[in-house]
């Protein structure tokens, strides 16, 4: 699963429908919780950074605030036109709007992706009109714990997760970010999201993907990844399994 080269990823149709399933689903908390955080006023016109396919430019325009998309794949561009006809194919990092040109700002597991999240910060400190207001939400896919009788293999896996993402500490890292690129009155609040089983995990992060990677560069023996496999499955059968990862919601002013 790779958000961030979607269009050169083998299947980015697959991508879009993970987004779908999770924007109806599980991040739907996440997102009612961000566009509360915004404190949107009607007529607000507001960015959303990374939109993938425009469900929460939906959930803009039905607070009553003009959203704008922006994204820099081609394919998450379409799909999310469907919903909102304002969305800009564009790299975060060079944002094609003026200075002071929103209100509003929100991110949402985009950060994470992005090979220069400073420049991003600073390029939407530079879109937001003074006192604009900024909300942020990213996982910090480095404090995955998968609880285990071997607690080694566990940690591999963990380790070639977040050897699979650009930013895997952005969580922790975004409040100074932020404050480096001039936003002020940075809040930040980290919450532990739990997964109660493997296949609730697997849903989320590429798990297979990550084992393979734990084996090729031999951090894991095949032995090892089958066994560590089947507790989970057991542990997931008898209500054991569980894993937790430090999510981080902020909010800024520009
Ligand atoms: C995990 S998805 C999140 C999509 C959406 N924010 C949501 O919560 O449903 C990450 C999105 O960020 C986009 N993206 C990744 N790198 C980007 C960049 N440098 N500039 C703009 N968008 C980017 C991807 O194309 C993808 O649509």
């Not at 949107?40 to 325009?61: Q, S, W, Y």
């Not at 994470?112 to 999240?117: F, S, T």
């Not at 404050?179 to 992060?205: K, M, N, Q, Y």
Request: aromatic share 4%; proline share 4%.
């Amino acid at each position: 699963m790779s958000f961030a080269h979607v269009d050169a990823s083998a299947d980015p149709a697959a991508l879009a429908a993970y987004l779908d399933r999770h924007a109806c689903g599980p991040m739907a908390g996440v997102k009612a919780r961000l566009l509360a955080m915004l404190e949107v006023r009607p007529g607000e016109r507001v960015l959303d950074v990374g939109c993938g396919t425009g469900h929460d430019l939906e959930l803009l325009a039905r607070a009553g605030a003009v959203p704008v998309g922006v994204d820099a794949s081609a394919e998450m561009a379409v799909r999310s036109r469907a919903r909102c006809a304002a969305v800009v194919q564009a790299d975060a990092s060079r944002l094609p709007f003026p200075a002071g040109s929103f209100d509003g700002c929100r991110i949402e597991r985009v950060l994470l992706h992005v090979a220069d999240p400073a420049g991003v910060a600073a390029e939407v400190h530079r879109v937001l009109r003074s006192g604009g207001r900024l909300v942020v939400f990213e996982p910090v896919w480095a404090s995955l714990s998968i609880d285990s009788a071997e607690p080694a293999v566990s940690r591999a896996v963990v380790r070639a997760v977040a050897e699979g993402i650009s930013q895997p500490l952005i969580g922790h890292q975004a409040a100074s970010l932020l404050a480096g690129a001039g936003f002020t009155e940075v809040t930040r609040v980290d919450e532990p999201g739990e997964f109660a089983t493997w296949a609730e995990l697997r849903r989320t992060i590429d798990l297979d993907k990550a084992v393979g990677r734990a084996l090729s560069r031999a951090k894991l023996s095949a032995e090892a990844a089958a066994r560590w496999r089947a507790e989970m499955h057991s542990r997931s059968a008898d209500g054991s399994f569980h894993a937790t990862l430090t999510r981080t919601f902020l909010t800024a002013r520009a």
